[in-house]
């Protein structure tokens, strides 16, 4: 049963009036602040992955002109303004490692389980909060070894976000030798981060959960933190292990992955994958957990199948160990594997329609509230449901022969990513933020923001299934060489004049996240009704949470319980005549 | 944009596209049923005035049921697909009669040997185009991949042939084409600097030229 491990780090004490500036805002072990701070540095890294996708953009849309303003990158980047094809790999490559590891994963992760963690299962802190302070400092060099990349000889990695091998193995092939070395080591580094704060995730959630706070009266945004933390402390060791093989490949001599000395390219690609598949869950698991909360909260109902949205994270937590190979069907490998994976692949529609039917479920016979977060979380299954499908395109080996490698795939992850992971992150951080920062985000900013994402972001990814169903390949500098692709030209240019547009459109997060801490209309406690542990402690939350630990007596998302008048039970409400939930029955 | 596939001119074209047509048709109809759910359930459940949400925790046969729906389906496309993937890639996949051709692929180019008048490789007889593969219309060929530095992708889209090209492997990729003419061969790999004109032709001829240009290449060959 759930028990409250005694906090032994003298952190905890709720005496911050004590603590310096520096120890309070800069070094702290409080894990809502480093929840923040990994905030502020993933949405840098957010801004600097897009930033890289419009100068892409620019590229595919007016392949042979100069970029306005291209003339302040550097002779060796852009020389008059038009980009150099070893550039534009560089770009690909550092979009993708940007989005995936330095503004997607810490968003989720970083964020979300820092800061919810503790204050919804009702723990004063993490089990180790120095440990956690360590994870966030760590991240923070990481972040700039990736970034120094751009300023070294040669330019940045540009083998891809995957730098398969030989490609990423040789500078010869590439030019590329400082830059795909400080990849290897920025990904080790922050690797580490990752893994301490995974620890740290698991110890705090099996060890101080709060009195009563059963494994089955978790949120189910607990809940996908705790299997993506699993992950995370598995998969992330397998990614370290590569790039350090990787980096002596490059450094050292050795022939992990390099034919001429007896290695084997695909033994890179087998091991990237084997880390990468997991990662695709640990990317998508925490948003559909955090979403559940909201969807609950904006139709004041409790979620629908609750249990079955556990085992669904469960199993689609253990299905993404065993699919890696779907990466690899054309690359060479055994094609008798193609169908183990196949199959394996093909079931993880299986959770994923359970998740969707469920997420619909609760929505049924509910009073929805369209706030910006209902909002955000209803477009993450909309979108979440179109890369949902794509995916099983390419689940079939035989017509994945046919689009693999193609804009089809790119399509397929951003509406998992953006369309998926990116609308969770809006709506997430809208519905928590004024509990972060004591203060609501302008709602009539946060609609016109909404419903222009919404709009741009499907002009810029869907019309890129076309593109990929009309043979165009990725990661090709400039698509109008090939007389065949020259027809599909006009749609590249709209694919870049929406991206501009869905760029530009962030501009109104950024000054309403910015303003609203300043200026935003006070929070109070619990500001969206909800029953969760975190919305009783005030916005934001003093040192250590709770003056007193509270207890829990009822199951998470209790919104018009026949048990009270109100349209919401707290979890810790306790009530006059001791009624047990239905869901507990 | 349009979600239908280009021509295509292999034999084993035609059963790709119809499993793609028959995914592109199950999923369309899912996103409809979700989405028209979803858009039903936000304007039918609207928050009003006076009416509370009702209160359920679930349903287990709803749930047994779109469990059991999606399970079937997929294990439905799997037999499909893996029926398929057994003929073009299995085992004994490649026809015995197949033309032998080998590519060797480095950046960024595609050099494409001929086994000469003998019909077997590393003899002395072959020869070598670049950019340019010649087949004859109608008649099995088994490319032989290799690569002399990084990772390349033999891609024709008109046949729905892609299949990597791995330094320190020997890769066979088997196909008939159906109709002569020129179509785009291209590297779906990123490969490096000059990924991008990593491009060529493979022509179809018809088998009277076809079989007129080898006699002359070979000739060529013997003559030298």
């Given amino acids: ?585 | 944009m349009s979600w239908l596939l280009p021509p295509g001119v292999s034999t084993f074209a035609g059963d790709i596209d119809r499993i793609y047509y028959l995914i592109l048709w199950i999923t369309g109809v899912a996103f409809f049923i979700v989405e028209a759910g979803l858009i039903w359930f936000l304007i039918k459940y609207r928050a009003r005035p006076g009416r509370k949400a009702h209160y359920t925790l679930g349903n287990n046969v709803a749930e047994v049921v779109w469990t059991a729906v999606p399970a079937v389906v997929v294990i439905m496309i799997g037999v499909l697909s893996g029926g398929l993937w057994n003929q073009l890639r299995g085992r004994d996949a490649i026809p015995d009669d197949a033309i032998p051709v080998e590519v060797r692929a480095r950046q960024f180019e595609w050099n494409v040997t001929y086994p000469g008048s003998d019909g077997e490789f590393d003899t002395g007889d072959e020869f070598t185009t670049r950019n340019r593969l010649r087949i004859p219309v109608n008649t099995p060929v088994v490319v032989y991949l290799e690569s002399e530095d990084v990772i390349h992708s033999f891609f024709v889209p008109a046949f729905r042939v892609k299949q990597d090209v791995v330094p320190g492997m020997r890769i066979a990729v088997w196909f008939e084409a159906t109709v002569a003419g020129d179509y785009p061969l291209e590297c779906a790999e990123l490969c490096g600097n000059g990924h991008t004109t990593m491009g060529g032709t493979v022509s179809v001829l018809p088998q009277e030229e076809y079989r007129r240009w080898l006699t002359e290449q070979n000739q060529t060959i013997a003559a030298r």
């Avoid at chain 1, 009036?17 to 990994?38: A, N």
């Avoid at chain 1, 990904?187 to 301490?196: D, E, N, Q």
């Avoid at chain 1, 200026?519 to 029953?531: E, L």
Wanted: overall charge neutral; glycine content about 10%; charged content about 10%.
């Fill in chain 1, 1 to 585: 049963m759930a028990t409250m491990a005694a906090p032994l780090e003298p952190a905890s004490e709720p005496h911050a009036h004590e603590l310096s500036f520096v120890k309070r805002y800069i070094f702290s072990t409080d894990h809502k602040i480093i929840g923040i701070q990994f905030l502020l540095l993933s949405l840098v890294g957010l801004f600097v992955g897009g930033l890289l996708a419009m100068l892409m953009r620019w590229q595919l849309g007016f392949p042979t002109e100069p970029m306005p303003g291209g003339g302040i990158l550097p002779e060796t980047m852009a020389p008059g303004g038009i980009l150099l094809p070893e550039f534009y790999n560089s770009l690909v490559t550092m979009h993708g490692t940007f989005m995936v590891f330095f503004a997607i994963m810490p968003l989720l992760v970083g964020v979300f389980a820092n800061y919810l963690i503790p204050l919804k299962i009702g723990a004063p802190d993490m089990a180790f909060p120095r440990l956690n302070m360590a994870s966030f400092w760590i991240a923070v060099p990481a972040f700039v070894l990736m970034v120094s990349g751009f300023f070294v000889e040669g330019g940045n990695a540009g083998a891809g976000w995957t730098s398969y091998a030989p490609l990423s193995a040789n500078p010869e092939y590439t030019g590329v030798s400082a830059g795909q070395q400080l990849w290897c080591v920025s990904l080790v580094v922050l690797g580490l981060s990752s893994i301490l704060g995974a620890t740290n995730y698991i110890t705090t959630i099996v060890n101080m959960r709060a009195p009563g706070m059963q494994w089955f009266r978790m949120p189910l945004s607990i809940w996908s933190l705790f299997i993506t933390a699993i992950l995370t402390l598995l998969a992330i060791p397998i990614l370290s292990g590569a790039a350090i093989m990787l980096l002596f490949d490059q450094t050292l001599g050795t022939h992990f992955f390099l034919p001429p000395g007896g290695g084997q390219p695909l033994l890179w690609q087998h091991v990237f994958w084997f880390f990468g598949h997991p990662e695709v869950y640990i990317l998508i698991l925490p948003a559909m957990g955090m979403v559940s909360d909201i969807i609950a909260n904006g139709s004041r109902k409790p979620v629908f199948g609750y249990k079955s949205m556990v085992y669904a994270i469960i199993a689609i937590g253990f299905l993404g160990w065993i699919v890696w190979g779907h990466h690899m069907f054309q690359s060479g490998m055994n094609p008798l594997l193609g169908t183990t994976f196949m199959v394996s692949t093909l079931f993880i529609a299986v959770p994923s329609a359970i998740k969707t039917f469920n997420w619909l479920g609760t929505m049924w016979r509910g009073s929805v509230h369209f706030t910006v977060p209902m909002l955000h979380a209803c477009a993450f299954v909309a979108m979440f449901v179109i890369g949902g499908l794509s995916g099983v395109f390419m689940a079939s080996a035989p017509v994945d022969i046919y689009i693999h490698d193609t804009y089809f795939i790119v399509a397929h992850i951003h509406y998992v990513l953006f369309g998926g992971s990116l609308f969770a992150l809006f709506g997430a951080i809208t519905f928590w933020y004024p509990k972060m920062f004591g203060r609501m985000m302008s709602a009539r900013w946060g609609y016109a923001h909404f419903f222009l994402t919404f709009i741009f972001y499907n002009m810029t990814f869907f019309p890129m299934h076309g593109l990929g169903v009309g043979g165009h390949m990725r990661r090709i500098y400039d698509p109008t060489q090939y007389e065949f692709l020259q027809p599909l030209q006009p749609i590249n240019t709209f694919i870049t004049i929406s991206a501009f547009l869905l760029f530009a459109t962030q501009l109104i997060f950024a000054v309403n996240f910015i303003v609203s801490w300043f200026r935003g209309a006070k929070a109070s406690a619990n500001p969206w009704n909800d029953t969760g542990l975190e919305w009783t402690t005030p916005s934001p939350p003093p040192h250590g949470n709770w003056e007193e630990t509270p207890t829990v007596y009822h199951p998470p998302y209790e919104f018009s319980s026949p048990l009270v008048e109100e349209d919401s039970l707290m979890q810790s409400q306790r009530l006059e005549q001791p009624a047990v939930s239905q869901a507990e029955r």
